[in-house]
T-cell receptor, first 114, second 113 residues
Framework: NAGVTQTPKFQVLKTGQSMTLQCAQD?????MYWYRQDPGMGLRLIYY???????DKGEVPNGYNVSRLNKREFSLRLESAAPSQTSVYFC?????????????FGAGSRLTVL | DAKTTQPPSMDCAEGRAANLPCNHS???????VYWYRQIHSQGPQYIIH???NNETNEMASLIITEDRKSSTLILPHATLRDTAVYYC??????????????FGKGTKLSVKP
């Protein structure tokens, strides 16, 4: 099925460790986004990429880096994980439905930093 | 800040229609109303969107008032699998240069047997 695939689904890190969350979409969309979701809060945009080769900061970019490897793939890296980065991370990509941009989300990556 | 107001929770009996309200009194002329839902621990799922006309698809119906200041999402025959948090979002035609949608806290719909 067409959509957005994220890996890993679960990860436990120790403070200071690094890791990369992977995201791939097979819908041939130009834009891709990374969100985080914390308990009781809505989704907050971390970084986005409007097209291959470009990335921009969202609402909460501190502590993260991203790479738009090609049109399909957009990765999120934590260089030195902190407990405050414990969250569920979602990758998403917008496509047109009836003239409006509609986001397709991945299943999420649940990260715990000890 | 979210531009929409939704009740924090609602209950619905299985098989009955679920009517989820949303107020968006500051909506501008080029902004669409989007509805998404998030089933526990899953990624948000697009349901429907509209500009000013009522819309229907295989999942739901969207009723937008004539002044566009409020809307109602209707799930005609709710099932237990419709238990989720439902988000009402307003955004302009292109979804902004970033395509970003601002997700508030939504309405937690509980469908009961």
């Amino acid at each position: 099925n067409a959509g957005v695939t994220q890996t890993p689904k679960f990860q436990v890190l120790k403070t200071g460790q690094s890791m990369t969350l992977q995201c791939a979409q097979d819908m041939n969309h130009n834009s891709m986004y990374w969100y985080r979701q914390d308990p009781g809060m809505g989704l907050r945009l971390i970084y986005y990429s409007a097209s291959e080769g470009t990335t921009d900061k969202g609402e909460v970019p501190n502590g993260y880096n991203v790479s738009r490897l090609n049109k399909r793939e957009f990765s999120l890296r934590l260089e030195s994980a902190a407990p405050s980065q414990t969250s569920v991370y979602f990758c998403a990509s917008p496509g047109r439905i009836s003239g409006a941009n509609v986001l397709t989300f991945g299943a999420g990556s649940r990260l715990t930093v000890l | 800040d979210a531009k929409t107001t939704q009740p924090p929770s609602m209950d619905c009996a299985e098989g009955r229609a679920a009517n989820l309200p949303c107020n968006h009194s500051t909506i501008s002329g080029n902004e669409y109303v989007y509805w998404y839902r998030q089933i526990h621990s899953q990624g948000p799922q697009y349901i429907i969107h509209g500009l000013k006309n009522n819309e229907t698809n295989e999942m739901a119906s969207l009723i937008i008032t004539e002044d566009r200041k409020s809307s109602t999402l209707i799930l005609p025959h709710a099932t237990l699998r419709d238990t989720a948090v439902y988000y009402c979002i307003v955004r302009d035609f292109y979804g902004g240069s970033q395509g970003n949608l601002i997700f508030g806290k939504g309405t937690k719909l509980s469908v009961k047997p």
